[in-house]
């Protein structure tokens, strides 16, 4: 089952791995990312830095699309995290999801802070609402305990 | 409340959070425990202070901020308004603790907005370190980063404290013409109901798969003994055992890394100091610690840039947004540094910078947090309140320094040595510290004993009638202790499979516990 898709440029951070993943009870964890996916040195330190018990995946989008449908249907409780809004739009085509939350986007030139520390470029915020015409529920939210928001 | 006494309490506010105690305000002076005795101290009561901050503090022991966010309010202006609210309302001395826990847990959540001002107003000031870092000039990116912006949190911290302050002093009276049955009620919820859900909500993020076993270990150990006394002797020994470790860490530590570096020259430690200390300062939303790691590396960066451009652009990239672990991304401080020297040799690239910095970044921050905030934290702060409320047992009329003393001496030892190890690693071995450091099985089996000593320290907390009492009231001796011990324990049970199904709103329990005491009180349980 996938608990939670969300973007964070962080990827795999302290609010990933201190709080969603306990909030969720999260067991794997996909990290969807062309870099990463090609960064021996970004995949080992990432690995290195998982509790005990939790499987990691680290694969570019295009790969995520066979772990996402397996993940789907598996009894496991899977996070998936992708790095911009670009990576979360491919991914959707890749394998369509019903649901993104937007949780980590720091500021960037090109990009204009939108809510507390989320920052999204122009072109970010039309991809994010091509998105939610397509039925997705893309919602900005940085921890569990914070207010989910929809109206950006 | 006079004028001086709420000023000392809008200092007490600025010392929670400024960054001139080292990096250490946030595992000290932010603690309700600690600055609920500091209100105590300045207001007269010490002892009621420090039992009001320990009981507030039960309440955030899960409790981690990340990346800019609090997770159920300010706990250190809960614990300064709780002190301040059970000394000065006019309720009957009995019930001035739990309603104190109560008045402060609620006015805690005013920390939200006060966050939210001062991480946009700190965004003015990081746009003002843009300006210093486009005409390459370094002191102003640090100078920045320290006074103005420690100025804006004095600003934003201190009057807002001293008005709260004021405020529930010009209250106090009128709190006696609450009907009993609220005052008692509250009471009630804030000293023996809403301490289950502290330990509810600490097991629900600490517990691994034998947290559960440590727990009722330490619940029956103490139950049996009777009081706290016997494992607060144990927690004595674990704290001392802390603070000694940490400083022999920090010296043993550093002399093997300095041994085994690979360079002969060690860097500098103002970037070190800068960080320790500075890392939240201008905490903003563009950037979050951005502005403190600019701040950190600047003067580095103007020893090392030999032309104006490139102190431009090195200065610019610091400057970007960042966020980690404070301590151990002291490590990415040091490499970032070393990397920095190099790039002006000619050796490394911008771009293998940035990359290093994001890419660690986040790796630490995932390992760190769950590790400092996660796990060393409340093993220290759950130990810690052991021996305070122990203490309380023994003579509510002191303010449990030991325990105090304990803590802050523990805390900040560790804390220091995880930052100053974590500066000199990066500085030996430059980005295979991470690496080393990650997949150390000491640091790694450390964790995993911190919970343990937690899952048995909470388990130990729920006997002390002040955190848990189900029904509320004094123990009640002989046979009937059992009872009320197994009441207690089956109320944190029972919250902590709770926490499970309303993870995102742990609020709504603590207000459902509010409702529960007053119930109680309307229908006469004590």
């Known amino acids: 089952m996938i608990q939670l898709i969300r973007i964070d440029d962080r990827l795999v951070h302290g609010q990933v791995m201190a709080v969603w993943v306990r909030a969720l009870n999260i067991d794997h964890l996909l990290v969807a990312d062309d870099e990463s996916a090609n960064d021996a040195f970004a995949r080992q330190v990432m690995q290195l830095a998982m509790p005990k018990g939790m499987t990691l995946v680290v694969q570019t989008v295009a790969d995520a699309r066979l772990t996402l449908a397996a993940a789907a249907r598996d009894p496991h409780r899977w996070l998936a995290l992708v790095r911009n809004v670009a990576s979360a739009v491919r991914l959707h085509n890749a394998f369509p999801f019903d649901a993104l939350n937007v949780g980590g986007a720091g500021m960037m030139p090109g990009r204009r802070l939108i809510w507390r520390s989320i920052a999204l470029s122009q072109e970010e915020t039309a991809a994010l609402r091509a998105l939610r015409a397509q039925g997705v529920d893309v919602y900005l939210q940085m921890l569990p305990s914070d207010p989910q928001k929809r109206d950006w | 409340m006079s004028l001086f006494h709420a000023l000392l309490i809008g200092l007490i506010y600025y010392l929670a959070n400024t960054s001139f105690l080292c990096g250490l305000a946030y595992f000290t002076t932010w603690r309700p425990v600690v600055n609920g005795f500091l209100v105590g101290l300045a207001l007269g009561e010490p002892a009621q202070g420090a039992l009001v901050g320990a009981l507030i503090n039960v309440l955030y022991l ?66 003002r370190m843009d300006a210093a870092a486009e005409q390459g000039n370094a002191r102003a990116v640090t100078w920045l980063n320290i006074a103005p912006a420690q100025a804006l949190l004095f600003a934003i911290t201190a009057p807002a404290a001293a008005a709260l302050a004021l405020m529930i002093g010009a209250l106090g009276p009128l709190a006696g013409l609450l009907p009993d049955a609220l005052t008692r009620g509250l009471s009630i919820a804030g000293m023996g109901l809403s301490g289950a859900l502290g330990i509810a909500l600490a097991m629900r993020f600490v517990f691994q798969r034998w947290g559960i076993a440590f727990f009722l270990a330490g619940f029956a150990l103490a139950g049996v003994s009777g009081s706290l006394s016997l494992i607060a002797d144990i927690s004595v020994a674990v704290l001392l055992c802390v603070t000694a470790g940490s400083l022999i860490a920090i010296l043993a530590g550093t002399a093997r890394l300095r041994r085994d570096a690979r360079h002969s020259r060690r860097l500098p430690l103002t970037p070190f100091w800068l960080w320790q200390c500075f890392s939240h300062s201008a905490y903003s939303f563009e950037r979050l610690q951005g502005s403190g790691f600019a701040g ?76 400092i905030q996660g796990a060393l934290l409340p093993c220290v702060l759950s130990t810690a309140l052991v021996i305070l409320f122990s203490e309380f047992a023994a003579n509510p009329r002191e303010p449990a320094l030991t325990g105090l003393v304990l803590y802050v001496a523990a805390i900040g030892s560790l804390i220091f040595a995880v930052g100053w190890l974590c500066y000199q690693a990066g500085d030996a071995f430059g980005r295979d510290a991470v690496t080393q450091l990650l997949g150390s099985p000491i640091v790694v089996r450390g964790a995993e004993a911190a919970r343990g000593i937690t899952a048995f320290m909470l388990g130990a907390l729920v006997t002390s009638p002040w955190v848990v009492s189900l029904p509320p009231g004094p123990p009640p001796g002989g046979p009937l202790e059992f009872v009320r011990l197994g009441a207690s324990l089956l109320l944190t049970l029972a919250l902590w499979g709770l926490s499970w199904r309303i993870y995102s709103r742990p609020m709504l329990l603590w207000i459902g516990l509010l409702a529960c005491g007053v119930l109680m009180a309307l229908n006469g349980v004590i």
């Open chain 2, 62 to 127: 899960g409790y981690l901020s990340v990346g800019g966010t609090l997770g159920i309010g300010d706990a250190a202006l809960a614990g300064i308004t709780g002190a301040t609210a059970s000394i000065m309302l006019a309720v009957p001395p009995a019930m001035a603790t739990g309603v104190g826990v109560v008045v402060g847990v609620l006015l805690g959540n005013l920390g939200f907005p006060l966050l939210t001002l001062r991480l946009k107003l700190d965004g003015r000031l990081v746009r």
């Open chain 2, 296 to 371: 950190a590396l600047a003067p580095l960066i103007e020893r090392v840039c030999a032309t104006l451009e490139d102190r431009k652009d090195a200065l610019k990239r610091q400057l970007a947004f960042f966020n980690t672990e404070v301590n151990l991304g002291a490590m990415l401080v040091s490499i970032v540094a070393r990397m920095e020297a190099e790039r002006a040799a000619g050796r490394a690239t911008a771009t293998e910078i940035e990359k290093t910095k994001s890419t660690l970044m986040g790796a630490l921050a995932g390992f760190g947090d769950p590790l």
